[in-house]
């Protein structure tokens, strides 16, 4: 709502200017006519965006209700005069309407991560430790260093309130390990991601250049198959000519994620840290609920990990993985990064 009120007061802005330089000079007069008519079209605009995100939003509802009056006066010569009349009303009644609303918490990003498949791996610390960002250190469980390749549905995204299009659902794999970090005596758990690959030029790019992380842009396909007594759960991904797979079979049921367990380390961290191009440390914070899990019957990886990952990951590639599970994921949100 917050991106709307800026947008809304920029499209009040247009008449009052336009009318204000007419004292100036006439022909601006003129022209006032045409900024109203750009200052509806923005509201409309506004209105559309906020209707398809709360579709129940019932004071948006009787704007479109308006609108149509509106466009029904217009129809008849008689309540002509109206014509003026209500279109002023509708631009006061959602300036009102959008002014009013509660404001909300500004998150970069609002979506959706569902079907979570983490193949983890148990590795030699020594070997991330050039990947570890400054400020941060490796966050082992019982002592054990982990990496974890992860597939999922990236789903409902809207970025500062929007959704784009074509952009709204699609997969996403990506490789990373775990890291802490001490703020003035709180230790902040999060994650580095060592590549992380999605089917869209646009999100690779925003993400890359915004918050300095790996993406790359691959083809991609996903399955979801739900039985009575099962799921099944894969993530596809070509590099080259070579399609690379995980998948997992799971119990039907969901089941809260136990404390003190492998799987709750792995989803309970919180932050996003990378490296700027200044070499500075940028973290961010990512929330979400305690999430549930689906008891896992089987699960393959088939990954050409030198192919994928590069020489220095190749070794994954005869490594058994130390576990998988299967997060059911919820609604998350990306804030904005800092320096730290």
């Known amino acids: ?58 004071y948006i509802q009787l704007y479109f209700l308006g609108l149509l009056l509106t466009i029904l006066v217009v129809f008849f010569s008689r309540f002509i005069n109206l014509a003026w009349i209500l279109p002023c009303i509708l631009c006061v009644y959602l300036s009102i309407v959008i002014y009013a609303s509660p404001p909300q918490k500004s998150s970069f990003m609002r979506a959706e991560w569902n079907d979570l498949v983490f193949i983890n791996y148990e590795i030699d610390p020594k070997f991330l430790e050039k990947y570890v960002p400054k400020g941060t250190e490796l966050d082992l469980w019982n002592g054990k260093c982990y990496l974890s390749l992860i597939g999922f549905m990236f789903e409902n995204v809207r970025v500062l309130g929007f959704k784009i299009p074509f952009h709204v659902n699609f997969e996403e794999v990506n490789l990373r390990f775990y890291v802490k970090r001490n703020d003035k005596g709180i230790w902040k758990r999060g994650v580095v991601f060592i590549k992380e690959i999605v089917p869209k030029h646009a999100i690779t790019f925003v993400a890359n250049t915004l918050y300095n992380e790996h993406y790359q842009t691959l083809p991609m396909q996903h399955a979801r198959t739900v039985s009575e007594k099962e799921r099944h759960f894969s993530y596809r991904w070509k590099k080259g000519n070579t399609w690379n797979t995980i998948a997992a ?70 490594i058994k993985p130390a576990s998988c599970f299967v997060a059911k994921g919820s609604k998350i949100t990306i804030e904005s990064k800092q320096i730290v």
């Open 1 to 58: 709502m917050r991106i709307s009120k800026i947008v809304n007061s920029l499209a009040l802005a247009l008449p009052v200017i336009t009318i204000g330089l007419g004292f100036i000079n006439e022909t601006f007069f003129y022209f006032a006519y045409y900024a109203f008519a750009l200052t509806a079209f923005i509201q409309f605009g506004i209105a559309l965006f906020i209707i398809l995100d709360n579709p129940k939003n019932v």
């Open 249 to 318: 079979t799971t119990h039907s049921d969901a089941s809260p994620i136990l404390e003190n367990s492998e799987a709750e380390f792995i989803t309970e961290h919180y932050y996003g840290y990378t490296i700027s191009p200044r070499k500075k440390t940028v973290e961010y914070e990512v929330t979400h609920p305690r999430w549930h899990q689906y008891l896992v019957k089987n699960y393959s990886c088939t990954v050409d990990f030198e192919t994928v990952y590069g020489n220095e990951f190749a070794f994954l590639q005869d």
